[in-house]
């Protein structure tokens, strides 16, 4: 079987990106309590901790790119442990919208 250096970068890339459009949209949705009449402080919390959240998935991931370019790509294990926790914070934070 021959590998394809191509398709490994690839894929990651896109998976990165779909992670990122899965992040923008739990952020919205957070941030979608804050507006309504009767929102309090922990509202406009969730939703600043959740725009954060998406920020710091932006960043993590433009900082990543440049290394997936590279012939044989960079490992980066600090990045994705990174990305990981953000990635769940988020899911935590969407679940507590949910419950609010």
């Known amino acids: 079987m021959t590998r394809d250096p191509g398709a490994a970068p690839e894929r990651t890339r896109l998976a990165w990106r779909r992670t990122g459009m899965s992040a923008a949209a739990v952020a919205l949705l957070a941030t979608r ?9 922990a509202e ?15 960043a993590l991931a433009l900082q990543r790119a440049p ?3 590279v012939r044989p790509p ?5 990045t ?9 914070a988020l ?10």
């Open 33 to 41: 309590p804050a507006f309504s009449p009767g929102a309090g402080p």
């Open 44 to 58: 406009w919390l969730v939703a600043a901790a959740s725009m954060a959240g998406w920020a710091a998935c932006a």
């Open 67 to 69: 290394g997936l370019r």
């Open 74 to 78: 960079r490992t980066a294990a600090r």
């Open 80 to 88: 994705i442990r990174a990305y990981a926790l953000i990635t769940t």
């Open 91 to 100: 899911a935590v934070i969407g679940g507590l919208v949910v419950m609010l």
